[in-house]
């Protein structure tokens, strides 16, 4: 079934021509709702504007709260470095021990990831020597866990993002609240 016949359904053929003619050669007809009536462009126009993306502006993910945007960088770091328990042991892994992994891209991957809550916490007022305690850890993670097997195992043990958000949320502990 041609596209054109699920927007607007074939019509008996009356006179000169069929509508399966004419949606060959290009030609489209009045746009029918599921009642039998016709649709008017401009009323789509309208119902769509809703539906318009701006790029560029704002966040992709909202406007969240200071809360929302702290609890969402906590479960990130959960996820990343403490999701799992190795059965058998009390020992805690996340995605950031298994993504690193694969030789050299998953250590580039949870590189980026770390970097990108480090930039969240910027935003969200950090000073300089908090983010720069937090690049430290993100830096030797990165570097460490570029060494096969032993690095993953460094990662399981150092988890930089915990320890980040940690200091991160020990800094807002001791902000004034407005």
Known sequence: MPDDDILAPRRPPSGGGSRASSARTGARGPIIDQEGHEIRPETLEQGFREFRFEFGQGSPFGNLTREQRI??????????????ILPGTNIRYGIDGL?????????????AISLWLVREARALGAP?????????NVAVDGVVGMVP????AFDVMFRANMRNVRLLRRWLDKQPRI
């Open 99 to 111: 993504i690193g992994l694969i030789p050299v891209v998953g250590d580039i991957i949870t590189t």
């Open 128 to 136: 300089w020597y908090i983010t720069a305690r937090m690049l430290g």
């Open 71 to 84: 609890a969402r960088l906590e479960a990130i770091a959960k996820l990343l470095d403490v999701a799992f």
């Open 149 to 152: 097997l032993a690095g993953d």
